[in-house]
């Protein structure tokens, strides 16, 4: 008995499982890590962060970081701002993307490779930044809360052309019996769509509504290139980028953001602010997607092993 | 009975198909081409318009006038653009970084998905498979900021791990030298997207046929053997449509947002990308027609790239996209 259990532990099995949950435990920290520490930073008090030291654990709780964030008022209204180009640039992606999936989907629709190679396109191509912005300039979108809606590029946009294939892909899983039947009882292909595959999809309208939304909340560029000039419309992302850009290279960059500057007599540092907006701007995200984690496997496995 | 019903509509359906006018068939459709015309009619504005743009890349276009108005210059833009130092080294910065993000990418996310595979406790797979996915939700402005947090010289995690292992006796200003910037953006993208592609290889490795591993080990194949022999040729499908794939993209430099928000004028030399070569003569120097060249530089060369790779993996008699 001993010594089976012996060789058992010097067996080949139990060295490689050794090493290999070493292996997963070293990819944990190495991934969680920067962002545990950025978490407990925004937690300590700014001063004493400089000292540094601070690991996962803050030194001097003090919630007056997030205060600070949150009593800017440029800070406060970015947040809605990108709050609401989420929820209604996700809305209406979703249920268009999903829709123009439907009609790719059906075999006997007449446009339906036209239709798929000109979305399937727009991955690889692009007219540029330039033309772009000229065309935006002309369509009098410049500067308003419908640009980033509508501009195809970084992460947003209303059709993914990848989401729509992960959609169509869906679809094509379903019995088709379900469509039949429901065309021979009446119904058109927008009643068909509506009531019969809008409902069976749920779970990967669930997967690219995440898909879309963390585009939504985490693009900047739009932001950056064709509404830099209204302060209204900043978001989250571009208030990040404004403190980073006076913080990122603290050796090469010493002027401090106005936002932390007249705050460091209460001890609140550029650092400090940056954690803290951080942290306001990934942890909606990450409270979400663990749960939809199921859905989004399974929605992204179905788009790459069929077909 | 609904048997019946499917039965019935059939043979009534399909010869008719057949013979059917094209406007006929039009009319009977519309209803599938009414869902979609919007958004064909959005992608082809947004997406496609702007190559009315294009224009400007063989014109010296000035501000004030309009487009009609310009002086044409043919091919000059380009000539000069290829002819251009500085030109060249962008392309060689994209390239470099995009073939480091390419190769590093794969080789991680496939060992990972490996090694993961070999874990038979759902529980802990599962929550190394969510913390792995973590970072694929952050923005890039957070991804560089952490990023540049974790390589400062004071008190940045890499350095003070370094240091205390005796790797390097003093701290390393990681991000103002030229020569790590490259490795700096290749490990980036690791850090934020190897958990996440571990997904699609996790599903092509569960499509492998049992049967060859049962094969395999009657064979008296160990772990190793089987991973190189049954797992790998298994999933090679799967990595050959995502090489593909990413061969299209290869002109991107590995991503946008490493660059411009971790380059500065110390590494420019080897951070400059197309794109942000662009958004150089776009924005700053008011030198449109150089950056539309560029543009469209990137988007034929992109396209083709893209063609290529996939005849030639239609010719190697392996998976492709079209």
Redesign the interface.
Known sequence: MQTTLRRRFKS??FV??SF??L??LF??V??????L??LAVSFNAGLDTTR????VWPREWTFKNYDAVFQDGRVFHAFWVSVARTVVGTVFGVF?TA??A???S?R????RKF?TV??VL??????????????IKDLHLLNTFLVYI???GAGA???SAFNMLVVRTYIHTLPE?LV??AK?DGG???RV?VSVILPLCAPVLATIALFTA?GQ????FDTFIFASSRENLSTL?YE??RL?SST?????NPNISSTAAKDTATMITPLSI?AAI?MV??VP??LV??FL?RHF?AG??LG??KE | M?QQ??HK?EPSSQPA?RTEPYWR??FR?R??????L???I?????????????M?AFQQYKPGFSIFDQKWVGFDQFRFLLMDEGFTRVLRNTIAMSVISLVLGFVTAIG?AL??N??KKTG?K??????????H??????V???????L????G?VNIVLVKLHLIDEPI?W??EGKYFWGIVGATNV?KEV?WNT??Y???IA?VDPSLYEAAEMDGA??YRKIWNVTLPGIRP?IV?LLILNI??ILNGGGFEIQY??G???VLDYSETI?IF??KY?LRIGN?SL??AA??F??VV??IL?YCANLIAKRLGEERLV
């Open positions: 080949e099995p490689f499982h290999n949950y292996f997963m990819v944990a190495v991934t969680l890590y920067p962002f520490n950025t540094g030291g601070i690991y268009l829709m123009l439907y009609t790719i059906r006997e629709f007449m446009y239709v000109i979305f727009t991955m690889y191509f692009s007219a540029g930044l330039i033309p772009s912005y000229f065309l509508l501009f195809p946009g209303l059709i019996s039949e039947s021979i058109s292909d927008f769509f963390v909340w985490n693009t900047w992302q990040l980028i980073l990122v290279n603290s050796n090469a940056r951080t701007a990934s995200i990450l997607y663990p984690q496997v992204l496995q790459s092993v | 609904p019903v499917v509509a198909r068939k039009m459709q209803q599938l081409i009414l869902m979609s919007p958004m064909v959005y992608v082809v504005i947004f997406a496609y318009g702007p190559i009315w743009g294009w400007m990972l090694l993961l070999e874990i802990i599962r929550i190394i498979q969510t913390i792995s996915y973590l970072p939700f952050l923005s890039w402005i957070i560089t900021g952490l990023v540049s947090m974790s400062s010289t004071e008190g995690i200003v991000l103002s850090w958990g997904i699609i996790l599903a092509a499509s160990g772990r799967v449509i299209g993209w928000f971790l500065n004028g110390q794109d662009v958004l776009g449109y950056g539309v543009g469209i990137k988007t992109s396209i893209l």
